[in-house]
Structures are given as structure tokens and as C-alpha cells.
């Protein structure tokens, strides 16, 4: 991690000054012991804000509605729900959604405008608006909910993901938080990626839409578990200004930090989404570098990470790099066979398109570890990317495998 | 099956006239009680011969010289072995599908442009040139010999794929007849379809080719086991005119009986690939209808036939259509959420967009059968296309997570 960023003990989305969050238990969500399912994220300052959604053409008016409402740039809330996608549902659905937002935007006194609504859960059934209606006043609003909160969002996930970074700038110090759900898929027609992201830097609203889809590109847009894109992917940003100091924007000195706390948080909730996919018992992180261009760097490493012959070669701990190259020749990208190095944990095992001798046993032995590192050198170009992605194990089957009923 | 051809019983590559092949074994494959690993397929009489092999850009020697020498498009044998792919072994590669023509183009009496290399296997290991060199004289040609050599090609496949139908074209009997191999990867590093074809219809050249990669697009290139693609594929057609009348082109009255025979040959034969998919319990159809173009219903099925999240809920036998729908959703094609309907086996689950009621033990039931059928109805066009695939299971991801050591 760079020394430009700290990270905050038990941090989360509301680290920056000036965010609150909470969450109730609605009755969604009923498959999961730690029941929480509607909550609250809710800034007590005006935000610029920005997001990005799934490009499914199957999409929840969840998506819908929050897209709309980010044009204007300045939401301040977001409330989410798990358990109902509140997807294929035909036109009940955006009614709803409709609904849901102004539900919160009464109990939080905003303009509906300022309100987004992220839904995660099954698809083909309607939400149960009269148990929102009844909680959605049960929510707490406190300045350490942001736990509850990631709490409420996850559905199959094994685990809570959040964390806040903190940098310098002009003598202030400012914040990033974040946390975010993955696809998980115990309960079938689950698989939503869901991030929400905070910061009290002052970011100009232009600056915050560019730097978030930058950074969405380089982080949670390269994450795969299993290749299967959700209805209601959302990352959302809220900037609250609440630590002061000038707007930043493109090119000033504070926009430097920013931009690396925002990258250091999504990285991190991007990881910890590929580690905890369904079944999966290791983070697969592949490297590839050389490439003509950035684009093809990240189509080559996605195509690796992607790959269910990698992912179950990951999962025997098999150093099985005949996968790896045809899941590098099957991507768009140009590759010359000669040219290809490749490296499993930092040993190289294969330099310019051959194989050479190397220590099996050892190489079986690094990838026993949580984590399992490929390093692909194109050695055509100067562009780089990373993605991320999990091992393929039989409990990715059996979970995907149990009837709807 | 269409009336205009008749199945041959028994049929394989060597029933129609002229054809004869054999296989031995010659030490390249050690994981398989039936151990025929080394094989020939040859006309007796010249041929027109066409062939389609993988986009991979990382590709075995063995199929560039193969491509090369169907340039000339009057190949007339193959020989063929499983065991080692001759992939990723640099430039000793070419010059070991060099001999491997040589020796088969001196015992078959042909000049080397007339033969073709196809080697399926291991990647990263050279061909052990001087067993090939001590076998290929034990190959034994016979006029019942298709069935020894599709044993020689296959790799894990649980079962032989041969398939042959006559037809009848100006008072002539015309036969296509076909032997292919799918990807089985019990033993790592192994991914390879090889379909080699043949008939007696006087087929001319250009029309020999076009119709083989209509036809590939149809069938072969619509079947999905994995997602991942072979260094190796490779799908050859000889005719050799034995049957012979007029020279089959496009347009002729000929060319009806003849593509529809090649149809159902390569249909056959790329659903038994589909079938006996790793680990496969299940034949998956994905029928795509009423889509703006071909190519968009193609990619539809295809994208539908590969999901993950589709594939472990048939394993499950679970009508789990949210799934149908964001896997449709994700894919490229247009689609309009609202005139989407969904069938499995026949019975209508979604119409607009939405669930309708349906009886849900009774479609468990149908789907617990060796053949599930998707049928997705766009409704925006008149194109439709079929892809074919299999379940995806907790043995598949146990077979592919064994070392290769």
C-alpha cells in the first residue's frame, strides 16, 4: 500500500466526517442468522455524487431510478435492501423503486432527487412494500453504522467488507470509505456487486464521475467469479467536502491523494469480493504486463482469471500453465507465442513461449497459500492491468446446484 | 432427423466408398486402458478437402501445417495422435509435424502436401518422435477401421463419437460420415476438438469449403463445454467422388442431399461432444429465436449455453430462469426486457419479460431427464440458432483440479 494513504482501524463508509449509517431487519431476507436487510447511507452535508451501473440489458429499476437521480450530481442517501433484486418484475418494479426512495427521502426530510435506491437478491419477485413501509423508520442513523450497514447489503457472502483510508492534503486530512457486497449464491438468482463509497474531500463533480469510472475500471471492473454479470451491479460515490480545503479538482496537488485513497479502498473491496466468490478458498491475482495497450492488458488478464480450466487448476494447486497460455491465445489480444514469459508466484516457468525447468513441488507448495499470483510478460508494448478472481471448487457447484424451492 | 437421409448403422468416417483408416498403439497416451494413440484416415482416391480450425492464437504446429497444406485443397489422409498436443515445445514443433507427415506421406505412398497432422494431448511436451517412427508401419488400413481411430483420437471422452448418413442424388447413393473427439481433461492440459469427415459426393472445391464452415458455424462452433478454447481444434473434410454422378456445387440439385447429410453428421456429433463434457450428466439445447440477426441469436444461445450459474442449475435440475435471463442479459445481443419469453422443455416460464405460474415439480421432473431444452423467444426478428452444452458439475471441478504431476 502507497505511504501516501493510512489505513483507519475498523474503518468503513462512514469514516469521513459527516457520514451516518444504519440498518434494520425487514423481513427480506431470510436465509442468513444475521438478518439485518434495509438500510441507510446518509450524508448530513450536501454531496456531489456519482456512479456506475451494470451494463446487463436485464436491469433492476433500482439501477434505473439511482442512474437517473445521479444526472443531477448531488445526491445525499442511499437506500439499499437485500434479499429481493427487484428485477423481472415488469413495471411493479420501477413503481417501487419509486416508492422505496421516497420512503427514505420522507424519513431523511431530502428532496427524492437526492435519494438512490440499490436492491440485491432474487429475481422474479416483487418487493414486499409494506415491510419497508413499516422499518424503513426502525433505521438508526449513527456515525459508526456503517458495519450495520454492510451488514444489511451482504446476502451469501461469508464476510463483511469495508474498509476507510485516510490521506494529507493542504495540511487537512481527508477520508475514503467504503464497503461492498459480492456475488455470492447459496440462494439462487443471487449475484450482485454492490459498492458504496464516501468521501469528505470537497471533489468537483466532474472530477468525482471521472476519477470514479477510472478507478471502477482498474478495480471492481476486473474482478470475475464466474463470469456471470449481474441485473443490479452499482458502485456509487458520495463527496461531502466536510474536510475542507479547495475543490479538487483534475491536476491540483489535492487531487493526487484522493485519487490514490479512492484507488487504495476499491482495490481493496475488489479483492476481498474475488477472495470470498462462492466456494472459493483462494484469490487468484493475474498480472499481465508488456501489452500494446492498456485495453488489451486488462482483456488478457480477465480472460486468464476468467478461465474455469485456471480456476480449478488453482484449486488442486496445479501449476498447469498450458491453461494459462490457451486462455491467453483465446482472448482478443495479440500475443506471439515466442514471446510470452510467465511466472506462478514469482518463479518463472515459462520464457519466451517455452517452458523451462523448474521445481514442482515448490511451485505446488506457494500455491497451497490464500493467495496465488500470475505474472504474464507479453513483451510487445508497455501497458500493464491486474484482475482478480477465485478458485473453482465442487462447493461452487453443489451451492449453484440446490433448487430455487 | 429429415427424411432426404438415412442413418447408417454402424456408420463411421470409413462408410462412405473409398475410405479406409486404422490406428495402433505407439506409447503417447498412458491413461487409458484403450490405448490406440496413433492413427491414419485415408481415400483411396484423390480428394477435395476443406478444413476449419481454432482462432486460438496460441496453436499447435501441428495445425498450421495442416492449414497449410489444405491450401492446395486436395489432401487425401490424416494421421492423428492423442497424448501430446505438440503445443508451446517452440520450434521443435514444426519440425516433428514435419516428420510426422513425412513418415505417414512415405508408408500411405502420397506426396506430404496430401496428407494433414492433427495431435491432441498434453501441452508443453515434444512429440516422442521415434515411437511414431516405430509405429506407424502397425498401422493396419481397413475398410472397417473409422471406429479404431476415433479410440485413437479420443483422449477422456467417456465414449467413440461416429456417426454416418446416406442420401439418395440422381439415383446415386451418397454418404457423409464423421468421427470426432471433445474435451475431456481428466489428465490436465488437455483440450481438444478434432472432427474429421468424409464422403463420397463429388464435391467441388470452393463449395466443399464454404459448406464446411457453414456448417462448423451451425454445429461445432455452437457447443460449449468450458469456455476454453484449444491450441488444437480442428474439423477436416475429404471427398473423394467414389458415389459419383455430377460434381456437387452450389445450387445443383446434388448440393440439397449433400449439405443436409453434413448437417446431420456434424449435429450428431457436436451434441455427443456437448454430451460427454467433462464430468457431464446432461445435454443442454439453447434455442434462440426471433432475434434482429443470425449472428445476434447465435451469440445469445451461446452465451446462455456457457453461463455457470445456467450450467449448476441444470446439474440441479433447477428452473432457475433468472439466471436464463441476466446470462441473456449480459450478452451482446439486443434484447427488450418486456418481450423476452422463456421455455424449458416445452413449457412456457416467462412471457413479457415476466414469470408466469408454472407447475414446479413437474418441470424439475422433465429437467431430471439426459436432455434439458432452453428456448428463449426475443421477439424482435425472424433469425434463430441452437448451441449446445452440458452441466456443470462437482466432478468436472475435480477432475481439472488434479495435478498434472
Chains 1, 2 share one sequence.
Not at 443531477?72 to 426512495?101: F, H, L, P, T
Not at 440462494?187 to 471502477?216: G, K
Not at 494447486?317 to 483465446?330: E, I, K, Q, T, V
Amino acid at each position: 500500500m502507497s505511504s501516501v494513504v493510512q489505513v483507519v482501524p475498523g474503518g468503513s463508509v462512514t469514516s469521513p466526517q459527516g457520514f451516518l449509517a444504519g440498518a434494520t431487519y425487514a423481513g427480506l431476507k431470510t436465509y442468513r442468522e444475521d438478518k439485518l436487510d434495509l438500510g441507510l447511507l446518509y450524508s448530513e452535508h450536501p454531496c456531489t455524487a456519482a456512479g456506475t451501473f451494470t451494463t446487463n440489458k436485464i436491469r433492476s429499476p433500482s439501477v434505473d431510478l439511482s442512474e437517473k437521480h445521479l444526472k443531477r450530481g448531488n445526491a445525499r442517501a442511499i437506500v439499499a435492501n437485500s434479499g429481493i433484486a427487484n428485477a423481472c418484475v415488469g413495471e411493479q418494479g420501477m413503481k417501487d423503486a419509486q416508492e422505496a426512495v421516497d420512503l427514505a427521502a420522507r424519513y431523511l426530510k431530502l428532496p427524492r432527487e437526492e435519494v438512490l435506491f440499490c436492491s440485491t437478491g432474487l429475481i422474479g419477485v416483487e418487493l414486499p412494500m409494506a415491510l419497508l413501509r413499516a422499518s424503513i423508520g426502525r433505521v438508526q442513523l449513527t456515525r459508526d453504522g456503517g458495519n450495520a450497514l454492510a451488514r444489511a447489503i451482504i446476502t451469501t457472502d461469508t464476510r463483511v467488507k469495508e474498509v476507510a483510508v485516510s490521506y494529507q492534503a493542504g495540511g487537512r486530512t481527508a477520508t475514503v470509505g467504503g464497503i461492498a457486497k459480492g456475488s455470492g449464491m447459496i440462494h439462487p438468482q443471487m449475484a450482485t456487486m454492490l459498492a458504496f463509497l464516501s468521501t469528505d474531500a470537497p471533489v468537483e463533480l466532474s472530477f468525482l464521475r471521472q476519477s470514479l469510472q477510472e478507478v471502477v475500471d482498474e478495480t471492481f471492473n476486473m474482478i470475475t467469479v464466474d463470469g456471470d454479470m449481474s441485473t443490479n451491479d452499482s458502485v456509487i460515490l458520495l463527496a461531502n467536502g466536510q474536510a475542507g480545503g479547495p475543490l479538487v479538482r483534475q491536476g491540483t496537488a489535492e487531487a493526487e491523494g484522493y485519487l490514490e485513497a479512492l484507488r487504495v479502498v476499491c482495490t481493496h473491496l475488489a479483492r476481498e469480493i474475488a477472495r470470498d466468490g462462492e466456494g472459493a478458498s483462494k484469490l487468484i491475482e493475474v498480472t499481465v504486463r508488456g501489452a500494446r495497450a492498456e485495453e488489451e492488458a486488462r482483456c488478457a488478464a480477465r480472460a486468464i482469471a476468467a478461465s474455469s480450466l485456471v480456476k480449478t487448476a488453482v484449486h488442486g494447486s496445479d501449476p498447469n500453465w498450458g491453461r494459462l497460455m490457451a486462455a491467453l491465445g483465446a482472448s482478443s489480444v495479440q500475443v506471439e507465442e515466442n514471446k510470452v514469459a510467465l511466472y506462478i508466484n514469482g518463479v518463472c516457468i515459462v520464457e519466451e513461449g517455452r517452458p523451462i525447468p523448474f521445481y514442482r513441488d515448490a511451485i505446488v507448495a506457494t500455491m497451497r497459500g490464500p493467495d496465488v499470483r500470475f505474472q504474464v510478460d507479453l513483451n510487445l508494448g508497455e501497458s500493464s492491468a491486474t484482475a482478480w478472481g477465485c478458485d473453482l471448487s465442487e462447493g461452487y457447484v453443489t451451492f449453484n446446484s440446490a433448487y430455487t424451492t
